[in-house]
Each structure stands twice: as C-alpha cells, then as structure tokens.
C-alpha cells in the first residue's frame, strides 16, 4: 500500500522557521515527481512547490518564493520542505503528494498521490 506520511507541523511564531517531512513507502518515488500543497480555511487547496524526480528542478508559488525551499533524499524515500519567513497566511493544512512524471509541475490534478495533511500554524 503506498503511503504518504507527512510530519513536522505545529504552532509556530511569525517570521519564525519550520521544517515539514514527507516519508514514503510502499513503493520507491526515486522515479517521480513530488510536491507540496496547502489548504486553508475556506480556501482551496493550492500549490507551494514541486521537484522533479532527480531533484534537479523545483517549482515555487509566488507567495514563498525565496522563504520555502524543497528537497528530497532519494535514498531514504523522503523530501522535506524548509520554510522560513513564515507569515500568517502560510497558516494551512499542508500535504505532501507524488505524481507518475518525473517533471515538476504546478498543477495539483496530475498528482496521484496525497498524504493525509500536517497542520502548519503561524501566530502573531
């Protein structure tokens, strides 16, 4: 059974770092493409960043360019999210999620994996 285990939310003050994982098994996603998304309150759920399946290339939305970064260890199965900066509005339930591409990609419908979420609270 694949698997999509997201870890590392919590509270967090403004303008402070946080640091998500995501742990895969079931199956070895050295040959995908992988991601972060968020959802917020009463919002849908949209995109923070992508990587290609050798980790060479990323994806940033606008709004954490230059304050999150994303990588991935495909050796250990994982990829992990570094935020800094964080602001308010980065408050979100925040998912982890694989496609079958190995080119990142912006776009939350060719993703065919989901973990089930990690809450990301930012407080003033």
């Known amino acids: 059974q694949v698997q999509l285990i997201e870890s590392g939310g919590g509270l967090v003050q403004a303008g402070g770092p946080l640091r998500l994982s995501c742990a895969a098994s079931?199956?070895?996603?050295?040959?995908?493409?992988m991601g972060w998304f968020r959802q917020a309150p009463g919002k849908e759920r949209e995109f923070v960043a992508s990587?290609?399946?050798?980790?060479?290339?990323?994806y940033y939305a606008d709004s954490v360019n230059g304050r999150f970064i994303i990588s991935r260890d495909n050796a250990k199965n994982t990829m992990d999210l570094q935020m800094s900066s964080l602001k308010l509005e980065d408050t979100a339930v925040y998912y982890c999620?694989?496609?079958?591409?190995?080119?990142?990609?912006?776009?939350?419908?060719?993703?065919?994996?989901w973990g089930q979420g990690t809450q990301v609270t930012v407080s003033s």
């Open positions: 999620a694989a496609r079958n591409f190995r080119t990142a990609t912006m776009t939350l419908s060719t993703f065919a994996y």
């Open positions: 079931g199956r070895t996603f050295s040959g995908s493409a």
């Open positions: 990587i290609s399946a050798s980790g060479g290339a990323t």
